[in-house]
């Protein structure tokens, strides 16, 4: 695993390693988000499988608070058969489907496939080129990409032709955490954050899948599978989101690497939401409709921070309300854990980007974080708006007549609100940061983060016309646009904060 040490060197170590070092490392080391989070899973499903874990929520607060050992997962390892942990075991490779053993010479591609980010939507019906690249990849990465599979792989079409297996393996069914955030705590070292996202279990840990293979009772692919569900949390964690299999071959130094995969489609868990979507955000969408936070191609995970602080406000059991009850001794401005949100922005079955978050969080502090991100989201919003607005007014001043084919180029020109949302997110989390910091009410600090944003956004506004040629409908379009943009500051609608009044009574409601 990549890991990053205290003294902020990246090392690749052994899983035993990693638990025997938890207390020395400071974090995971993935080369994306989602490959963070799916080897955070991994490691998750490790402890339960060898039974540390908490038994119930006090045991859970001793374990945070009291730093609970995690060497004994190291000990469970090194009791555990190496066939268990070998990649390329000729009858059970690990985290893979043995079953596809005859298919991978015939219907195998290049690597390219394995990594979510560069296997576009599997199939490529319209260019294969880029599949039949066989540049291997290391086996430690293709495991690792193998992992962000199982648990973020988008539904689409397997390119998997002429098998013996049943239509319904090219069928791809989405990863557990595809059409969702995945909400992470993290804490000062490795072995913290695995504590904080631990939860109790009465019973058994449940068993950790290591391979497709002939012991287990996996699905069929002659016909649609009916949910299975998950025998406890191990299984969970480290469940076959895709029937998978890699060829090892030898690297140009004598390393082990991957140069070809096949990838079929996986099990359809059953899942409950009380049990099984413990770090779900509750989020309410424009129409009033309850779902679960998301990654979104049009709304950056921060414009929604308010939602993970609500979430704790409002919870009565499960993550969000042990991270509230967690006890907290202010020491100095140090914010002791942060919240890592990760979701996978995808259109239809085409990965398009990661879209991730980190905001501070302090136990007790949830209501002026809430207030402090809902607020700073709302102000946002708004200039954001405006800049829309103003970008209309002046395009309409000197293109009365535009073409239609020029109009979104046209208006481009004078849109400043790409540019204002790059600087207000950095803005955004500094406010966070200061409101958990000083542990007061962020009235003051949202008075001088509204001022601020509003400068940014009036500068950046009157920036769009310096590249325009001076002449009278130009003059005459940024008078307009400068125009509407400080009447609107002082406008019913503006939040309160821009208008230089104190923050309503209801603004904290949730």
């Known amino acids: 695993m990549r890991v990053v040490t205290e003294d902020g060197e990246q090392e690749h170590l052994p899983l035993s390693a990693v638990f025997e070092r938890a ?49 004994p997962v190291a000990a469970w390892l090194r009791k555990r058969p190496d066939t268990e942990w070998n990649l390329f075991d000729p009858q059970q490779p690990l985290g893979q489907a043995d079953f596809l053993r005859e298919d991978l010479d015939r219907c195998g591609v290049g690597p390219a496939q394995l990594v979510i980010e560069q296997a576009g939507d599997y199939a490529q019906l319209m ?25 973020f792989g988008l539904p689409g079409r397997a390119r998997i ?23 992470v705590a993290l804490g000062e070292s490795v072995a913290e954050t695995l504590r904080l996202n631990l939860y109790p279990v009465r019973g058994s840990g449940g068993r950790l899948n290591t391979t497709w293979g002939p012991k287990t009772e996996r699905r069929e692919f002659t016909r649609r599978p009916s949910g299975r569900t998950p025998e406890g949390p191990a299984d969970l964690h480290s469940y076959l989101g895709r029937s998978v299999l890699l060829r090892p071959a030898w690297g140009p130094d004598g390393e082990i690497v991957v140069d070809r995969v096949i990838i079929g489609s996986g099990e359809l868990l059953t899942l409950d939401p009380d049990l099984h979507f413990e770090d779900a955000v509750p989020y309410v969408k424009a129409n009033g409709v309850l779902t679960w936070l998301a990654a979104s191609p049009t709304r950056a995970v921060w414009r929604d921070a308010h939602a993970l602080y609500g979430a704790v406000c409002t919870a009565q059991s499960g993550f969000w309300y042990r991270l509230g009850q967690l006890p907290y001794e202010r020491l100095g401005f140090e914010v002791p854990y942060q919240l890592w949100a990760v979701g996978m922005v995808a259109k239809k079955s ?40 103003a970008a209309w007014v002046a395009f309409d001043t000197v293109y009365p007549r535009p073409n239609p084919n020029d109009k979104d180029r046209l208006l481009a020109r004078f849109d400043a609100r790409t540019d204002f949302w790059q600087s207000a997110e950095e803005r955004f989390n500094d406010l966070l940061q200061e409101t958990a910091a000083h542990g007061s009410n962020p009235d003051g600090l949202l008075l001088g983060y509204a001022a601020e944003m509003r400068k ?33 500051m002082t406008h019913d609608d503006a939040p309160v904060e821009l208008r230089g009044e104190g923050v309503r009574g209801d603004a904290g409601a949730y």
Not at 40 to 50: Q, S, T
Not at 350 to 373: H, I, K, T
Not at 464 to 487: N, Q
């Open 350 to 389: 085409l990965p398009v980007a990661w879209s991730e978050g980190c905001y501070p969080y302090a136990p007790g502090m949830e209501q002026q974080l809430y207030l402090a991100s809902r607020r700073g989201s709302d102000i946002a919003e708004y200039l954001a708006r405006v800049l829309g607005l």
């Open 23 to 71: 207390e020395q490392l400071s974090a995971f080391d993935g080369t994306t988000p989602g490959e963070t989070v799916a080897v955070i899973e991994y490691l998750l499903a490790i402890c339960f499988a060898a039974g540390v874990f908490p038994r119930n929520d006090a045991e859970w607060r001793k374990w945070v608070r009291g730093k609970r050992d995690l060497a």
């Open 456 to 488: 940014t956004a009036h500068v950046l506004l009157d920036g769009k016309f310096d590249s325009l040629p001076a002449r009278d409908l130009v003059t005459e379009a940024k008078i307009k646009a400068l125009d509407l943009f400080l009447r609107r």
């Open 127 to 151: 260019d294969h080129r880029h599949l039949e690249n066989e540049e291997p990849l290391p086996a430690a990465e293709a495991f690792r990409a193998m992992l962000t599979q199982h648990q």
């Open 161 to 183: 032709s002429d098998n013996d297996h049943g239509a319904a393996l090219t069928n791809l069914i989405g990863g557990r955490l595809q059409s969702r955030v995945r909400v």
